[in-house]
């Protein structure tokens, strides 16, 4: 029996965090990937997007100058985007549910919140692999369809119905 | 009550294209030929074994900012900048303690964030709560309260919400 092959994925971590991005770009290496292109902040991520050309981001949400949602807009709309379809997925200690909306509509692929493990990590990018949604595009917004797939798109403990 | 309809939640959907998505993905990872689930999990732990080990050293260092961060605070006056700062080294810590295996770190800064979250500013009994919030979580490092720590995880989050209901009620 075996399980996916990630050894073809290139994966960009961008996180303001060193010691996240090594955890995850760990993880991932553990998972079978083999190559990760870690950056610390959105604009060194969207520098690098051209060169790496990644299969997949996973960014943080809390970044000094820009954010990971105005990040992940950049890359949904831009007109230099190198890829509006790019999976993304956003590891953020952001938990409440009306910032689990605003990462949605902002064109996300999956919602991971810290604290990250590997389990959560792994079934996440399963889940982004296996995502067979659509891209909606109108005038307010550009990403994944989000009437399909809402709580499957939702990693972690939820916080919010323990408190 | 009635479930709202798409396009009352997504106004936007009512003039909209649907654009199949390239699904580059499922030609770049077959599901199969690679580690089981299990492997893989297994593999990423062992490999962040060390990371792992580092954690409480470099977490001190966050600590001691928001202890700092906390004791700037001073007699004149907090300030929305000082909140934020607080609040600021506070997510972080939430994030980072359960991912290194500290989770009931990340229960006391998740407890911490929810307290400061949209305050201006904090008076006396307010900044009692924070600092009680730092010295719960020097304790856990100090007892090395590791993984899931049983009853503990689920009491923590719950006495910490009682500190916070008790000021805010109280406010």
């Not at chain 1, 770009?25 to 050309?53: I, R, S, Y």
């Not at chain 2, 090395?144 to 109280?170: F, M, Q, S, V």
């Amino acid at each position: 029996m075996s399980g996916y092959d990630f050894s073809n994925l290139r994966i960009m971590i961008c996180d303001d965090s060193r010691q996240i991005r090594s955890l995850v770009n760990t993880f991932l290496h553990g998972f079978g990937v083999k190559d990760v292109l870690e950056v610390k902040d959105a604009e060194q991520a969207l520098a690098e997007m051209a060169q790496f050309d990644p299969d997949l981001i996973i960014t943080d949400w809390n970044m000094a100058q820009t954010s990971g949602l105005e990040f992940v807009k950049r890359v949904r709309t831009s007109d230099e985007s190198h890829d509006p379809f790019l999976p993304i997925i956003m590891l953020t200690g952001y938990t409440e549910i009306n910032r689990v909306e605003m990462a949605r509509d902002s064109g996300i692929s999956a919602f991971l919140a810290k604290p990250v493990s590997a389990n959560s990590l792994y079934k996440r990018l399963m889940a982004v692999v296996d995502d067979e949604r659509s891209f909606i595009r109108s005038n307010e917004f550009f990403g994944p369809d989000r009437r399909s797939g809402r709580r499957q798109s939702f990693g972690g403990d939820d916080r919010r119905e323990r408190n | 009550m009635t479930a709202a309809s798409a396009t009352e939640r997504f106004p936007e959907m009512a003039d909209y294209n649907m654009i199949p998505a390239p699904r580059r993905l499922q030609g770049k990872v077959p599901k199969s030929g690679g580690p089981t689930p299990e492997q893989a999990i297994r593999q990423a732990l062992d490999l962040a074994e060390d990371l792992m080990d580092e954690y409480q050293g470099w977490a001190v260092d966050d600590l001691d900012k928001l202890w700092r961060a906390f004791r700037d605070c001073g007699d004149i006056g907090v300030t929305k900048d000082d909140v934020n700062r607080m609040y600021r080294i506070s997510h972080g810590i939430r994030g980072h303690g359960g991912s290194f295996g500290f989770p009931l770190i990340s229960s006391a800064g998740d407890s911490l964030c929810k307290f400061l979250d949209g305050r201006n500013t904090l008076g006396k009994g307010e900044l009692e709560v924070v600092s009680l919030h730092i010295l719960v979580m020097k304790a856990i490092f100090r007892q090395d309260l590791k993984g899931p720590c049983g009853t503990l995880a689920d009491d923590l989050p719950e006495l910490l919400l009682a500190l916070r209901n008790k000021i805010d009620l109280a406010g």
